[in-house]
């Protein structure tokens, strides 16, 4: 389980608790803003009962590009309507990826078959590493990257699975899956630029888009 | 440009020099045994007369599962002939995909189109992240996950390149290439297991391999 503490991979976490699988989870200490989002992960992580979990420290500064991980400002609107169109500010290059490397070697070493990443294409399509598409390819490439993926491929199987749950609900649907699975909605963090305390800012992309997920459902 | 330090990643930033390129280095930390490495990775950067060479801390000892980053013993050996089949303890897990990927997002900030990794298919088949088949499976999935690859595509072209000159070469071959281009072999770094002081133990898979090739070019 890739577990960033925020609204979407929590929910995410829930559902494969459900299925009954054993659970590890993986979180990133990336210089990103939020790092309240940490504490978010670690609240919900005791609530599913995990058997790990592990925070990798990662160094995405010195490679930059990102209001994420730089100094840029993080974009704040009244409204929905006013987000932009195409990739925002807030992506952060191959961050994804990243952490889809991150999980397929403890998955590697875990002997674990199944990885799950909370990806929603419908809000965020301005992100290319939330695509169907890109989680399709990312896993042709992990079966040949890993020990795991060359031996199951040697018995004509699917050594890693990459899981995506979410990749097709609307956030309304996203809150109305936590609420059924008794997350703690309340001890998630959605926000790109909360304050030092851990409350969310109510202007970011990402505050605007759960607010509408929780009014609607 | 990744750049580990040993004969090989060396070698292919001398090929890459040569072919004109602006040549920006990445590095890793990322608790191996080897961190003599990481001085052989920045003299041969200062060689080669980079634009930039950064070092990325990575924490692969949270996942573990390999030799190189544990306290699982590095496998000696008195000749080449004693070396085992099938994958070594020496791979590290999703080690050229995580390398691959921080690599990918450089890249992207940068604005470059190609990336360079030194990864040999003919002394290492034992990996499985050497072989051709996962190097072209994660250019396919690099080119979804980013923003350049996004705007490539939509224009019928490969957003990013990835570039393995070394792939199909025996290891005389690319001790013969690293003497014509003037790579000061002396100073790179190939050994799992140096001394503290960067002396190669001269018994690990990777320094017999090497001394073979030396030997017969």
């Known amino acids: 389980?890739?577990?960033?503490?925020?609204?979407?991979?929590?929910?995410?976490?829930?559902?494969?608790?459900?299925?009954?699988?054993?659970?590890?989870?993986l979180s990133f200490n990336y210089g990103q803003r939020q790092q309240a989002e940490l504490a978010a992960a670690q609240a919900i992580a005791a609530w599913a009962g995990v058997e790990s979990h592990r925070i990798i420290q990662m160094d995405l500064?010195?490679?930059?590009?990102?209001a994420l991980t730089s100094d840029l400002a993080v974009p704040k609107h009244r409204s929905l309507k006013d987000i932009g169109e195409g990739i925002p500010i807030t992506y952060v290059p191959a961050r994804n990826t990243l952490f889809l490397s991150y999980g397929m070697a403890l998955a590697e070493v875990l002997g674990a078959e199944h990885l799950y990443i909370g990806v929603n294409a419908l809000d965020y399509s301005g992100y290319p590493d939330c695509r169907p598409?890109?989680?399709?390819?990312?896993?042709?490439?992990?079966?040949?990257?890993?020990?795991?993926?060359?031996?199951a491929a040697a018995q004509g199987k699917v050594g890693l699975k990459i899981h995506t749950p979410l990749l097709h609900l609307g956030k309304a649907e996203i809150v109305r899956e936590a609420r059924r699975l008794g997350l703690p909605i309340d001890q998630t963090l959605s926000c790109y630029d909360p304050s030092p305390e851990g409350h969310p800012c109510s202007a970011c992309d990402a505050c605007l888009l759960r607010a509408k997920g929780i009014a609607e459902a």
Do not use: K, Y
């Open 133 to 151: 598409e890109f989680v399709q390819a990312f896993q042709a490439m992990a079966n040949l990257a890993t020990r795991a993926g060359v031996e």
């Open 1 to 25: 389980m890739l577990l960033s503490g925020g609204l979407d991979s929590s929910t995410c976490l829930a559902i494969a608790r459900e299925q009954g699988h054993r659970l590890h989870a």
């Open 61 to 66: 500064r010195a490679i930059g590009g990102s």
